[in-house]
Protein backbone atom coordinates (compact mmCIF):
# COMPACT_ATOMS: atom_id res chain seq x y z
CA UNK A 1 0.00 0.00 0.00
CA UNK A 2 1.27 3.70 -0.61
CA UNK A 3 -0.05 6.38 1.27
CA UNK A 4 -1.39 8.60 -1.18
CA UNK A 5 -0.79 11.45 0.67
CA UNK A 6 3.12 11.09 -0.39
CA UNK A 7 2.17 10.89 -3.94
CA UNK A 8 3.72 13.93 -6.12
CA UNK A 9 0.76 16.09 -6.73
CA UNK A 10 0.85 16.14 -10.34
CA UNK A 11 0.37 12.19 -9.59
CA UNK A 12 -2.43 12.54 -6.67
CA UNK A 13 -4.26 14.86 -9.80
CA UNK A 14 -4.26 12.24 -12.00
CA UNK A 15 -6.01 9.58 -9.25
CA UNK A 16 -8.58 12.04 -8.34
CA UNK A 17 -9.34 13.00 -11.76
CA UNK A 18 -9.35 9.05 -12.37
CA UNK A 19 -11.49 8.42 -9.37
CA UNK A 20 -14.20 11.37 -10.46
CA UNK A 21 -14.94 9.74 -13.75
CA UNK A 22 -15.62 6.55 -12.09
CA UNK A 23 -18.06 7.75 -9.66
CA UNK A 24 -19.23 10.48 -11.95
CA UNK A 25 -20.13 8.09 -14.71
CA UNK A 26 -21.13 5.14 -12.44
CA UNK A 27 -18.59 2.43 -14.50
CA UNK A 28 -16.42 -0.23 -12.73
CA UNK A 29 -12.88 1.71 -13.99
CA UNK A 30 -11.57 4.90 -13.90
CA UNK A 31 -8.80 6.40 -15.19
CA UNK A 32 -6.45 8.83 -16.32
CA UNK A 33 -2.83 9.79 -18.39
CA UNK A 34 -0.49 12.59 -18.21
CA UNK A 35 1.64 13.02 -21.43
CA UNK A 36 4.78 14.96 -21.91
CA UNK A 37 3.29 18.48 -21.72
CA UNK A 38 1.59 17.86 -18.24
CA UNK A 39 -1.89 17.67 -20.16
CA UNK A 40 -4.48 15.04 -18.95
CA UNK A 41 -6.95 13.12 -20.38
CA UNK A 42 -9.63 11.38 -18.22
CA UNK A 43 -11.76 8.41 -19.33
CA UNK A 44 -13.96 5.15 -17.88
CA UNK A 45 -15.03 1.93 -19.26
CA UNK A 46 -16.57 1.80 -22.00
CA UNK A 47 -18.99 -1.31 -22.80
CA UNK A 48 -20.82 -1.05 -25.60
CA UNK A 49 -21.90 -3.88 -27.58
CA UNK A 50 -19.81 -4.02 -30.16
CA UNK A 51 -16.55 -1.56 -28.46
CA UNK A 52 -15.54 -2.82 -24.93
CA UNK A 53 -12.45 -0.65 -23.67
CA UNK A 54 -10.99 -0.63 -19.94
CA UNK A 55 -10.89 3.03 -18.62
CA UNK A 56 -6.71 3.07 -19.29
CA UNK A 57 -7.10 2.31 -22.53
CA UNK A 58 -9.99 4.63 -23.23
CA UNK A 59 -7.52 7.20 -21.66
CA UNK A 60 -4.43 6.43 -23.79
CA UNK A 61 -6.63 6.84 -27.18
CA UNK A 62 -8.16 9.74 -25.88
CA UNK A 63 -4.34 10.94 -25.62
CA UNK A 64 -3.13 9.92 -28.95
CA UNK A 65 -6.12 10.80 -30.52
CA UNK A 66 -5.18 14.66 -29.23
CA UNK A 67 -1.70 14.49 -30.25
CA UNK A 68 0.26 13.40 -27.15
CA UNK A 69 3.42 11.36 -28.01
CA UNK A 70 4.29 9.97 -24.83
CA UNK A 71 2.75 9.92 -21.62
CA UNK A 72 4.35 10.84 -17.94
CA UNK A 73 2.30 8.50 -16.09
CA UNK A 74 -1.03 6.85 -15.64
CA UNK A 75 -3.97 6.03 -12.78
CA UNK A 76 -6.41 3.44 -12.45
CA UNK A 77 -9.29 3.52 -10.06
CA UNK A 78 -11.14 0.12 -9.76
CA UNK A 79 -11.93 -2.49 -7.16
CA UNK A 80 -9.34 -4.90 -9.18
CA UNK A 81 -6.11 -6.31 -7.17
CA UNK A 82 -3.88 -5.41 -10.26
CA UNK A 83 -3.54 -3.63 -13.66
CA UNK A 84 -3.74 -6.11 -16.56
CA UNK A 85 -1.09 -7.29 -19.11
CA UNK A 86 -3.50 -5.31 -21.84
CA UNK A 87 -3.20 -2.11 -19.68
CA UNK A 88 0.61 -2.13 -18.90
CA UNK A 89 0.86 -2.97 -22.87
CA UNK A 90 -1.13 0.33 -24.25
CA UNK A 91 0.88 2.66 -21.64
CA UNK A 92 4.07 0.98 -22.63
CA UNK A 93 2.83 1.92 -26.43
CA UNK A 94 2.70 5.40 -25.69
CA UNK A 95 4.48 6.10 -22.72
CA UNK A 96 7.22 3.25 -23.03
CA UNK A 97 7.69 0.54 -20.79
CA UNK A 98 8.98 2.45 -17.26
CA UNK A 99 5.86 4.51 -17.26
CA UNK A 100 4.41 3.85 -13.80
CA UNK A 101 0.81 3.35 -13.42
CA UNK A 102 -0.72 4.07 -10.42
CA UNK A 103 -3.61 1.32 -9.13
CA UNK A 104 -6.10 3.15 -6.43
CA UNK A 105 -9.03 1.47 -5.14
CA UNK A 106 -12.28 3.50 -5.24
CA UNK A 107 -11.87 5.33 -1.86
CA UNK A 108 -8.72 7.05 -4.17
CA UNK A 109 -6.22 5.41 -2.17
CA UNK A 110 -3.14 4.04 -3.98
CA UNK A 111 -2.57 0.29 -3.63
CA UNK A 112 0.34 -0.62 -5.96
CA UNK A 113 2.59 0.82 -8.30
CA UNK A 114 3.92 -0.87 -11.45
CA UNK A 115 5.73 -0.10 -14.67
CA UNK A 116 3.78 -0.29 -18.04
CA UNK A 117 5.21 -2.96 -20.49
Known sequence: MTDSTALDPEDRKIVTLARSARARNGVPEGAAVRDETGRTYVAGTVGLPSLRLSALQTAV???VASGATSLEA???VTEA???SEEDRTVVADLG???TPVLLAGPDGT????VSAG
Do not use: N
Open 96 to 98: GPG
Open 110 to 113: VRLT
Open 61 to 63: AMA
Open 74 to 76: AAV
Open 81 to 83: EGV
